[in-house]
């Protein structure tokens, strides 16, 4: 039966900033030195690949989300517009 393991994660401290981070993300959330045994590699690939998963889910639903407001704004337009021509008829009517 197989046993999971955790990922090994190098942890990077606090206080190391700027130019004395070593490689990885920027602010030290990622592990610097990739897990040396292959079970805490595919952990640590599988823990990756979903968050990036994650992250362009987000990312399609903010887009989905820009876009159906986008519409909303080009028929407020219409309706704007149709209305402007409406009153405009009106008053020309009136004179």
């Given amino acids: 039966m197989?046993?999971?393991v955790p990922p090994v994660v190098a942890v990077v401290?606090?206080?190391?900033?700027?130019d004395n981070l070593p490689p990885g993300?920027?602010?030290?959330?990622?592990p610097t030195i990739p897990p040396s045994s292959p079970k805490a590699l595919l952990a640590y690939i599988d823990?990756?690949?979903e968050k990036e998963a994650?992250?362009?889910?987000e990312?399609?639903?903010k887009r989905a989300d820009l876009q159906f407001e986008e519409a909303r704004?080009?028929?407020?337009?219409e309706e704007l517009a149709a209305r402007e021509a409406a009153?405009?008829?009106?008053e020309e009517a009136l004179e």
């Fill in 2 to 4: 197989p046993v999971a």
């Fill in 13 to 18: 401290p606090s206080e190391v900033k700027g």
């Fill in 25 to 30: 993300s920027p602010d030290g959330s990622e």
């Fill in 47 to 49: 823990v990756r690949v």
């Fill in 54 to 57: 994650h992250e362009r889910r």
């Fill in 59 to 61: 990312e399609e639903s």
């Fill in 73 to 77: 704004l080009d028929k407020l337009k």
């Fill in 87 to 90: 009153l405009t008829a009106r």
